[in-house]
């Protein structure tokens, strides 16, 4: 069973979607954040989970301080089930769940889709990227140049991507992966935007 690990709602149960979901285990969830908590404050942080599945990364950060999250999936069934743990947790207020391809929601006026927390930025703290393991290499790296190239990521502000151990992910300059390892058949990589033009 997929549970909350941490903070204030510590312990919940989260429901999963029945079918075409890889939930993060708890294992790499909890590694994932003691990876965060050495390098970003969480508490009032603004979170964008994109491929969230159940949403647990996203509600992982909720109960640990973070003030909002968006959701991102194109699974009506995945992000019924996240709207539906948002109201089991009682957060339904600081959560936007949006059911969209990850690509079309990067590309087309997201701004408008994000919380009144994040500004008409629109730039997030914590980004997570969990994408299904048949997605293609060239397809997560479109993914990773439109956040760089559309400044989704906020100063000081750390993406987390989340991938089978033997894909290999080309990042676009501008991107510096500061952590790189790897949990049984997942490889998590943490990466911060640079000086360079990211994209």
């Known amino acids: 069973m997929t549970r909350i690990i941490a903070g204030r709602h510590g312990g919940r ?5 029945d079918a075409g979901t890889r939930p993060t285990s708890d294992r790499v969830r909890e590694a994932v954040f003691n990876i965060l ?4 404050d969480l508490e009032g942080a603004a979170i964008l ?3 969230a599945g ?9 109960s640990r301080g973070a003030s909002s999250a968006v959701f991102v999936d194109s699974r009506r069934r995945a992000t019924a089930v996240v709207t539906a743990n948002l109201r089991a947790l009682g957060v339904a207020e600081v959560g936007r769940v949006i059911t969209a391809p990850v690509s079309a929601f990067l590309a087309g006026p997201a701004r408008a889709e994000v919380p009144a927390r994040v500004g008409v930025t629109g730039r997030f703290d914590v980004i997570f990227s969990d994408p299904p393991y048949a997605l293609t290499d060239d397809e997560v790296h ?5 956040l760089g190239a559309g400044g989704w990521l906020a100063d000081g502000g750390l993406l987390v991507l989340e991938r089978g151990r033997r894909a290999t992910t080309r990042w676009p300059v501008g991107w510096e992966v500061v952590t790189d390892k790897s949990y049984g058949d997942t490889t998590v990589q943490v990466a911060r935007v640079t000086g360079g033009e990211a994209g």
Do not use: N, Q, T
Request: proline letters at 8%; glycine letters at 12%; zero cysteines.
């Open 49 to 51: 989970d994109l491929y």
């Open 13 to 17: 149960p989260l429901k999963v979607p």
């Open 54 to 62: 159940s949403g647990a990364l996203g509600l992982e950060a909720l």
């Open 142 to 146: 479109g993914d990773l140049a439109a």
């Open 37 to 40: 908590d050495a390098r970003i």
